[in-house]
């Protein structure tokens, strides 16, 4: 059985697809009245990645100039959320587990633990951690999460949405992985388990 949870925020425990007039629209208008050396096309596709994948992996995809990337890093390390956020419908599947629970999001932690304070959800984890992805990876975030706390990887399931981050790091590690994936967006990716929902979450921690 599981009994320790490492859970991804951002898609996993709630969605920002519903949310993204309040999460995004400030970052949209700063972004907006810069030049970052794109076409709008290429913006309103920057836009619709930046709901589920870090600002900085974006920006570095599409090429955003050099010179306007410090401008925007301050403003988006000064932002916080500020208006209440609605966790999934699906979010009593995660809270019902039995056990240590860490969210483990990658962002900017003024934002980040804004949102976890606005979804109203921070007394059901241990911890919340951080990730800075311009300087490190959640596969380190999971390695100094495992010696802070001594804890045995096999007690470990990682939950979240990104086959890319901590699916594929979890894996690399040796330790059991949970895909949320509604759209069916990674059907070729690698997980001990996966679902549309997280209605056999349990099933998957042994609980």
């Known amino acids: 059985m599981k009994h320790i949870f490492f859970i ?5 425990i709630y969605f920002t697809k519903p949310n993204e007039a309040q999460l995004m629209g400030e970052l949209y208008h700063f972004l907006e009245n810069l030049d970052l050396g794109i076409s709008d096309e ?37 932002r916080e959320v500020t208006q209440p956020l ?5 979010y009593h599947y995660i809270k019902s587990l039995k056990g240590k629970k860490f969210i483990v999001t990658a962002g ?37 999460l495992i010696e802070q ?7 470990i399931l990682i939950i979240g949405d990104d086959a890319e981050s901590e699916i594929k790091f979890g894996l690399e590690l040796g330790i059991s992985t ?30």
Not at 49 to 62: I, S
Not at 115 to 140: C, P, Q, R, W, Y
């Open 108 to 144: 900017f932690e003024k934002q980040q633990k804004s949102k976890v304070k606005m979804l109203g959800i921070a007394n059901d984890f241990e911890k919340v951690h951080v990730v800075d992805v311009s300087t490190t990876n959640k596969k380190e975030a999971f390695k100094l």
């Open 178 to 207: 949970f895909l949320l994936d509604p759209e069916n967006l990674h059907p070729e990716a690698g997980s001990t388990f996966r679902g549309t929902d997280l209605s056999n979450l349990h099933a998957a921690a042994g609980q």
């Open 86 to 90: 609605k966790p999934s419908d699906d």
């Open 149 to 155: 706390y001594n804890l045995n990887t096999d007690d």
């Open 42 to 78: 290429e913006f309103q596709l920057a836009k619709k990645e930046m709901l589920r994948t870090p600002f900085q992996k974006v920006a570095k995809k599409y090429k955003f100039k050099e010179e306007v990337m410090p401008d925007i890093l301050a403003f988006l390390q000064s």
């Open 8 to 12: 991804d925020l951002d898609n996993t």
